[in-house]
T-cell receptor, first 119, second 112 residues
Framework: GAVVSQHPSWVICKSGTSVKIECRSL??????MFWYRQFPKQSLMLMAT?????????EQGVEKDKFLINHASLTLSTLTVTSAHPEDSSFYIC???????????????FGPGTRLTVL | DAKTTQPPSMDCAEGRAANLPCNHS???????VYWYRQIHSQGPQYIIH???NNETNEMASLIITEDRKSSTLILPHATLRDTAVYYC?????????????FGKGTLLTVNP
């Protein structure tokens, strides 16, 4: 199946700093990428949907100025957590969907996740 | 998208079939049933999806009732590595733009 990678797999940062997480589709072009957040013992919550070359669509309650998403190419999307605080500590997961003629079912393929800890 | 109801947890003996139920009584005609699973501290993994007919792949079988109000995911010979949270999701269409809404899922524990 299609492979999605995330980097880094885990990161620890100080409060007030910014952290960038990368999501890459390794063997397909992703017209759409999704960013999720998962707190301990909870389900995945969608944060935003990004389409290559256009602005991301954020879910209600997600601050777009705090969680900056860039989907500059068909294989890379980045999530930047700006001025991170301890309450932003979470498991961040991206997914990518092939879309178009190359996607047989357009299901989402998920990355392995990035564990962010803000001290 | 229609909501789904799943039991919070289930146990299964290794080597036996695991049957995971899902209720989606408000599903509409153009909504598909998708199953994903998430092993602890990993990203979700796609398992299978269907619209009306039963489906089978190398991982599992999906049985959808005739009225489409419920479905069952079947892992024919569960192994310890199948221990995970299983999510049943209904989603409109197959477009890449359609988001997935995750519920709480079912924690399947496969016991030796």
């Amino acid at each position: 199946g299609a492979v999605v990678s995330q980097h880094p797999s885990w990161v620890i940062c100080k409060s007030g700093t910014s952290v960038k997480i990368e999501c890459r589709s390794l063997d397909f072009q992703a017209t759409t990428m999704f960013w999720y957040r998962q707190f301990p013992k909870q389900s995945l919550m969608l944060m935003a949907t990004s389409n290559e070359g256009s602005k991301a669509t954020y879910e209600q309650g997600v601050e777009k100025d705090k969680f900056l998403i860039n989907h500059a190419s068909l294989t890379l999307s980045t999530l930047t957590v700006t001025s991170a605080h301890p309450e932003d500590s979470s498991f961040y997961i991206c997914s990518a969907s092939p879309g178009g003629a190359s996607g047989s079912y357009n299901e989402q393929f998920f990355g392995p996740g990035t564990r962010l800890t803000v001290l | 998208d229609a909501k789904t109801t799943q039991p919070p947890s289930m146990d299964c003996a290794e080597g036996r079939a695991a049957n995971l139920p899902c209720n989606h009584s408000t599903i509409s005609g153009n909504e598909y049933v998708y199953w994903y699973r998430q092993i602890h501290s990993q990203g979700p993994q796609y398992i299978i999806h269907g619209l009306k007919n039963n489906e089978t792949n190398e991982m599992a079988s999906l049985i959808i009732t005739e009225d489409r109000k419920s479905s069952t995911l079947i892992l024919p010979h569960a192994t310890l590595r199948d221990t995970a949270v299983y999510y049943c999701i209904v989603r409109v269409g197959r477009s890449s733009n359609y988001k997935l809404t995750f519920g709480k899922g079912t924690l399947l524990t496969v016991n030796p």
